[in-house]
């Protein structure tokens, strides 16, 4: 055990941590609840343009707790989800932020796309995008 308690509990907080900052940094913020909340929606939104077997892929290469705000509220019934637009899956994004619009919705995905990129493996993420629109892959740096 590690200090503060279980080590595997405490190093996937310290990871989701580093996440969160990376996230805040890339898309220039000084907010961390906001970086979350940004975070999680997109993880979420993109869980559900995904087949359930490249949802699981992705996820396992998370940290625990990042692997849990993937999974919140997921209704496998309803994934993947029939309408997969860039346009939808920015508005999707955007409803997390019903009453704190994001200016630059399109710069902000990208940031934690971005994320994903220097945390997941090269493979990983190849088979991520090749699962995804033509349309919605515009949101990831190239």
């Known amino acids: ?31 961390k609840q906001r970086a979350y909340r940004l975070l999680r ?14 949802a699981a892929h992705l996820s396992a290469q998370m940290p625990i707790f990042i692997r849990g705000v993937f999974f ?10 029939k309408e997969r637009s860039r346009h ?5 994004v955007q409803a ?9 919705a399109d710069y902000a995905i990208g940031a934690v796309l971005d994320t994903l990129d220097n945390h997941v493996s090269r493979g990983e993420m190849s088979d991520v995008r090749g699962a995804l629109t033509r349309d ?3 949101l990831f740096a190239d």
Request: overall charge negative; charged content about 30%; aromatic content about 8%.
């Open 96 to 104: 997390y932020f019903e009453n704190d619009p994001m200016e630059d």
């Open 136 to 138: 919605i892959r515009k």
């Open 1 to 31: 055990m590690s200090a503060l308690g279980l080590k595997i509990i405490d190093e996937s907080v310290q990871a989701a941590n580093i996440w969160i900052n990376e996230v805040n940094e890339r898309v220039g913020w000084e907010n």
């Open 88 to 92: 939808g899956f920015i508005a999707r």
């Open 41 to 54: 929606a997109v993880l979420q939104v993109l869980r559900d343009e995904l087949s359930h077997d490249e």
């Open 72 to 81: 919140e509220g997921w209704h496998p019934a309803k994934t993947p989800i």
